[in-house]
């Protein structure tokens, strides 16, 4: 089973700056392929897929409401994904979710499913004056 722990959320001004991590543990975080994501929700809205990687050849995938402000990344020796996110403004105001999926077959299953192996906690990030 694997464990997500999402951080990094908080309060933030408009045009300030976050990054947020997410460290993975426990058995079957040590597969050689895998992709790892950044979901988003707001109140009365879907979890929408906003940022992706994997181990597979596709490039990493950014939603366009992100693209040029956010970059997600992961560290495989600490086992940790991060998105470092630009620029912030009040609709980035979100519950952000760290995904975890154990496939070979990259980013777009894993979007438009909304269905990841393993969802992080989640983690406010607030954008407000």
């Known amino acids: 089973e694997v464990q997500l722990q999402a951080s990094g959320g908080g309060l933030i001004q408009p045009g300030g700056s976050l990054r947020l991590s997410c460290a993975a543990s426990?058995?079957?975080?040590?597969?050689?392929?895998?992709?790892v994501a950044w979901f988003r929700q707001v109140p009365g809205k879907d979890r929408e897929g906003i940022a992706c990687?994997?181990?597979?050849?596709?490039?990493?995938y950014y939603d366009d409401s992100v693209k040029g402000r956010f970059t997600i990344s992961f560290d495989a020796v600490k086992k940790t994904m991060y998105l470092q996110m630009e620029n912030l403004s009040s609709e980035d105001t979100a519950v952000y979710y760290c995904?975890?999926?154990?496939?070979?077959?990259?980013?777009?299953?894993?979007?438009?499913?909304?269905?990841?192996?393993?969802w992080g906690q989640g983690t406010q990030v607030t954008v407000s004056s």
């Open positions: 990687i994997g181990t597979g050849p596709e490039a990493a």
């Open positions: 426990g058995s079957g975080s040590d597969f050689p392929d895998f992709t």
């Open positions: 995904a975890f999926d154990n496939s070979r077959n990259g980013c777009i299953p894993v979007l438009r499913t909304r269905r990841p192996d393993h």
